[in-house]
């Protein structure tokens, strides 16, 4: 393998660019790092069908965010050029990506999820505090905590100018805690607590805003309880290799959120933090990531 070709794809067209220009640039140094000198960056746009045609890579590792990365737009183009890519497939990606779509896939295999409805016409919201947010974006972009009448059109107004389709949900209060799988493998547990507010963009990518935290304070049952909830949630979705599960748990129930099917990959990323803490060297991480989803097309 260390004599394939492999193209990382990063930048992209969404409003993710600027996290998945690092993801890459770190996942492409940990290739070279571990052997893979044949490893190539390609910058993806809407040409990408005629660099992958000139590149002609053996694998492509994915490390884009947001539109046309996670959403099973770039798995099915790859799909249809008979790329090996690493990651969840077409279905699975688009599944997880819109938060609409995930959560009837959670209600109708009995995992919780906070409730919600699907924004029509509705000039106010039937339970508050409530979320307001966009049902396909990542990165916590276009998201609004609402707790009252008078704020809410101002947050589906700012929901709206990332999608069409907008996702209210009741807040649910509690640790939010987000918890990285790999297959079989279920990583330990991290705890996000934002330094004030909550877990916004801003507090997610400015450092020293959020604390993330290993020491959950949970219980032995209820760590099982989150890892079960969160397996069940990877599953139910239908997730392949590395995705993140975020959720809300209360004391007594934990909530998903969503599933992550591209988790952040900088050194300092959640699913890389996680993979440090159980014993697994980024660079490893990255090798063990291509070397499993390789031998899915093999």
């Known amino acids: 393998m260390l004599k394939d070709k492999i193209a990382v794809l990063y930048g992209g067209l969404s409003s993710e660019r600027e996290v998945s220009l690092k993801t890459g640039k770190g996942i492409y140094d940990a290739l070279i790092r571990k052997g893979y000198k044949n490893t ?3 910058d993806v746009d809407w040409s990408i069908a005629g660099k992958l045609l000139n ?3 053996d694998f492509c590792y994915i490390a884009l965010h947001g539109r046309y990365g996670e959403d ?12 090996p890519y690493n990651g969840s497939g077409v279905s699975a990606s688009a599944v ?3 938060k609409i ?7 109708f295999n009995d995992i919780p999820t906070p409730n919600y409805f699907i924004l029509g016409n509705e000039e106010h919201s039937p339970f508050y505090p409530c979320v307001v947010k966009p049902a ?5 972009i276009g998201i609004t905590i609402v707790e009252r009448d008078e704020e809410f059109k101002e947050a589906v107004n700012i929901a709206k100018r990332y999608d069409s389709k907008v996702l209210v949900e009741k807040f649910v209060s509690g640790k939010e805690l987000t918890i990285s799988i790999i297959d079989d493998l279920i990583l330990p547990p991290i705890w996000i607590r934002p330094v004030k ?5 801003e507090s997610k990518y400015t450092k020293g805003m ?14 099982s309880y989150i890892k079960l909830i969160a397996k069940q949630a990877y599953d139910s979705v239908g997730c392949f290799s590395a995705a993140r599960i975020d959720m809300i748990f209360d004391g007594e129930d934990a909530y998903v959120l969503e599933v992550n099917t591209l988790p952040g990959m900088t050194e300092t990323s959640l699913l890389p933090n996680a993979a440090r803490k159980y014993g697994i060297s980024y660079e490893d991480l990255v090798d063990m990531i291509v070397k499993k989803c390789k031998v899915r097309y093999e």
């Open 136 to 140: 396909r974006e990542g990165s916590t």
């Open 197 to 201: 507010g909550f877990y916004d963009y």
């Open 55 to 57: 590149e002609k890579p």
């Open 96 to 98: 997880a990506f819109d």
């Open 72 to 83: 099973g737009t770039i798995q099915g183009l790859l799909e249809m050029m008979r790329i």
């Open 101 to 107: 779509l995930s959560k009837s896939i959670f209600e």
């Open 210 to 223: 959020t604390e993330y935290i290993f020491e959950t304070e949970l219980s032995e049952e209820q760590n």
């Open 40 to 42: 190539v960056l390609i």
